[in-house]
């Protein structure tokens, strides 16, 4: 397709939702003056996804502009599109890959049926969800926010669903899967746009909240290891949601049990290890959880040599992404510290993981989460030949490129105003050699300690 039979695609697309919305409004959703344009753009979209995960729609300066192409000739529909976007607030439409015709259906009558005016963004997030619609996203203008701003209230935002999702568990309700589908998407979706920005997140632990952060962590860690895998997006979803509900069979258990700061008795870890099987009857209630997901939350427990529980019946066959979740809860609890364990190092974490291979773990799947994380995963404290240091704030996606590093402390160990960003491939012009190595890693209790979400912060701007 060239440029001019895109922008023709393009405009088409925009001009269907248009005709669509104007004909809501005289029309019921049944009708075929409303249904049918919609179908049409379901079709007119699909194509575009061939290359591509997303497509963004934005007004502009009072243009209409779908990915970077503006769309001129308005017609009465398309100006009454680009009115009630206005209106209501709408400030970026994301359309996703896995877009339906249910999707862009509701959303054409979310527009119709809205009648205030300025809505913040997060309550038409809340909206939609509410309508079901999964592959059309609302964001804010993403020109002014930086991907770690981006990725931050991403990862919130699932971090209120996890809390959501227990809550109503515990309260006796159902929880709606739809809103846990959606918050995959969006880390999804992040993860393929600054891979680093998204797994930093990770590594930034909050003590109190260890269990809504240790889903979320488990969840992104999953996504990370599904893209290595080259998963398919509906089956990285499935893992992404198994990961973000791995534990919400916990929510069975008493919370005494669960917040035991010391050595379990036979007879409590025999209670925890009944946390699987009842989040895999839960899940079994919830709305849009694939089935694959209910097994993952199973099984990523039974380990690698089948020793670990719920103990397989004979000639049960594992999921094959069930020990994804596995690898991925091993290496968040790893590098997170409890009141009863310190917090390894991520190279610590991996170093005891790769011990773990062949027994507890799938030894390919631990090698292909040291792949996705790097050499040295973001967050790692390194020393460097000039005797600096500093933490690695990203990866070179090539793979024998180097970290992105933003030193710390000078050679005499003093920390420094603020974090200097390093670009170890510059070369020393008299040698040519790099002018900054990295020697080695750091035990970051060796020195003061440090604000990471600031200094990831400062490296994604």
């Known amino acids: 397709m060239d440029r001019k039979q ?3 695609a393009i405009s088409g697309i925009v001009r269907l939702l248009g005709t669509s919305l104007k004909n809501r409004g005289l029309y019921p959703p049944s009708h075929p003056l409303v249904r049918t344009p919609v179908e049409k753009c379901h079709a007119e979209l699909s194509p575009f996804f061939a290359e591509r995960a997303e497509l963004a729609l934005t007004v502009s300066d009072g243009t209409l502009v779908l990915e970077g192409v503006p769309v001129f000739h308005l017609t009465s529909s398309l100006e009454l599109f680009m009115a009630r976007l206005g209106s209501i607030g709408v400030p970026a439409v994301i359309f996703e890959r896995g877009v339906t015709i249910r999707d862009i259906e509701n959303f054409v009558h979310f527009l119709h049926e809205t009648k205030e005016q300025g809505l913040p963004v997060g309550i038409i997030k809340e909206r939609l969800a509410h309508r079901g619609v999964l592959h059309i996203r609302i964001t804010a203008a993403e020109e002014d926010e930086d991907d770690f701003t981006v990725a931050r209230e991403i990862y919130g935002n699932a971090v209120g669903v996890v809390v959501k999702a227990l809550k109503d568990v515990r309260n006796g309700r159902t929880p709606n899967g739809a809103d846990s589908d959606h918050a995959v998407r969006e880390m999804n979706g992040m993860l393929s746009r600054n891979r680093d920005a998204m797994l930093a997140l990770t590594l930034i632990k909050n003590f109190d909240e260890y269990t809504y952060n240790h889903s979320v962590n488990v969840s992104i ?12 997006e509906q089956d990285r979803v499935s893992v992404g949601v198994a990961g973000l509900l791995h534990d919400v069979g916990k929510t069975q258990l008493a919370l005494d049990l669960i917040r035991k700061p010391g050595t379990l008795t036979v007879e409590e870890f025999e209670e925890i290890k009944k946390h699987p099987e009842e989040g895999h009857i839960i899940l079994g209630k919830m709305t849009h959880i694939q089935e694959a997901t209910r097994y993952m939350v199973l099984e990523h427990h039974m380990r690698f040599d089948l020793t670990g529980y719920p103990r397989p019946e004979p000639g049960h066959r594992v999921h094959p992404n069930s020990q994804v979740i596995a690898v991925a809860d091993c290496y968040d609890a790893l590098t997170t510290m409890r009141s009863y364990q310190k917090a390894r190092t991520p190279q610590q974490a991996l170093e005891i993981m790769r011990k773990l291979a062949g027994k507890s773990l799938d030894p390919d799947l631990v090698q292909l989460l040291e792949r996705s994380l790097g050499v040295y995963p973001v967050g790692t404290m390194v020393r460097l030949n000039t005797m600096e240091v500093g933490i690695v704030t990203g990866n070179s996606k090539e793979e024998k490129g180097v970290p992105n590093i933003a030193v710390l402390f000078d050679r005499a160990g003093n920390p420094l105003a603020s974090p200097v960003p390093v670009d170890l491939a510059t070369e020393d012009p008299f040698t040519g050699k790099p002018q900054r190595v990295i020697l080695g890693t750091v035990n970051p209790l060796l020195h003061p300690p440090v604000s990471l979400t600031g ?6 701007a």
Do not use: D, I, Y
Not at 221 to 232: I, Q
């Open 455 to 460: 200094v990831l912060s400062m490296a994604s």
């Open 221 to 232: 860690l999953s996504l990370a290891v599904a893209e290595s895998l080259s998963l398919a």
């Open 6 to 8: 895109m922008e023709s």
